[in-house]
């Protein structure tokens, strides 16, 4: 029988054809859930309009006192919105999947598991401009003042990024999907208070803030803060915080990550 008979002719699409469709139905997927939309943008948004209109935490707001609390509180919140997004979202989704076993029938279909993995980030990327522009819009509607040049906030930003996915998928592929539901919510919660990103490292005593200093959540909300607030070049101390992680954390799930 001579080829071109039968049409359309079965077999797999291009990789980079099931990644990308697979990266648009995971982004509906998460925009579509109303708890994930909750903590992805609806808390950030809250939480940058609250802290900059109610003195509620006193924040530094430059040399002699001047400057505006949302020129501090911006770039924090623009780390928390990573934060929510990459580690957190992506962690209970992730290990829901799992738990319902999509990920195993996935993983039995022509998308190969390292192109599933890519749809996750590119899903994350995604909803991050969603959130990032959002943010930014309102923080500009709040007085926000930024510096510095945007292409280092970009570097800082997929850093992190790969930090907390890295981190995200390993909870997700080692923990049962309640536990990991539990977990994720937890560090969101503990990392907001003492990650840096609303109240100041100065407020903490200066042995805990050396260890605090370590944690990608710090590093990410005092680099995009170093950059944005004070204008400075990419800071390489935070950049290079954050890109241990990532291996650390994307290492570990590559190594560690149970499909079923």
Do not use: C
Not at 4 to 16: C, E, H, Q, Y
Not at 69 to 95: E, N, Y
Not at 109 to 136: C, D, G, H, N
Not at 183 to 212: D, R, T, W, Y
């Amino acid at each position: 029988m001579s080829a071109g008979t039968f049409t359309p002719s079965p077999g797999a699409a291009p990789v980079s054809r099931m990644i990308l469709a697979q990266t648009a139905l995971e982004t509906r997927m998460l925009l579509r859930n109303g708890e994930q939309l909750l903590l992805t943008v609806i808390i950030p948004a809250l939480l940058l309009t609250l802290f900059s209109a109610v003195d509620i935490v006193t924040v530094p707001t430059g040399e002699g006192g001047t400057g505006k609390s949302v020129d501090f509180l911006a770039p924090g919140i623009l780390a928390l919105a990573v934060m929510s997004t990459a580690f957190t979202g992506q962690a209970i989704a992730t290990g829901f999947d799992r738990r319902y076993g999509v990920l195993k029938r996935l993983g039995a279909s022509p998308l190969p598991r390292w192109a599933l993995m890519a749809a996750k980030t590119l899903s994350v990327l995604v909803t991050e401009v969603l959130q990032i522009a959002l943010l930014t819009a309102i923080a500009f509607a709040l007085g926000w003042s930024p510096h510095g040049n945007p292409l280092s906030a970009a570097v800082l930003i997929l850093l992190g990024t790969a930090a907390f996915s890295g981190l995200g998928l390993l909870m997700a592929g080692t923990l049962k999907a309640e536990a990991t539901l539990a977990a994720a919510n937890l560090v969101f919660l503990l990392l907001l208070v003492g990650g840096g990103v609303i109240v100041p490292m100065e407020k903490f005593p200066g042995a805990v803030q050396s260890i605090l200093g370590l944690l990608p959540i710090s590093a990410l909300s005092d680099g995009l803060r170093e950059v944005l607030q004070h204008g400075a070049a990419l800071p390489w101390g935070d950049a290079a915080i954050l890109a241990g992680w990532a291996v650390l954390g994307l290492g570990a799930a590559a190594r560690w990550f149970r499909w079923e």
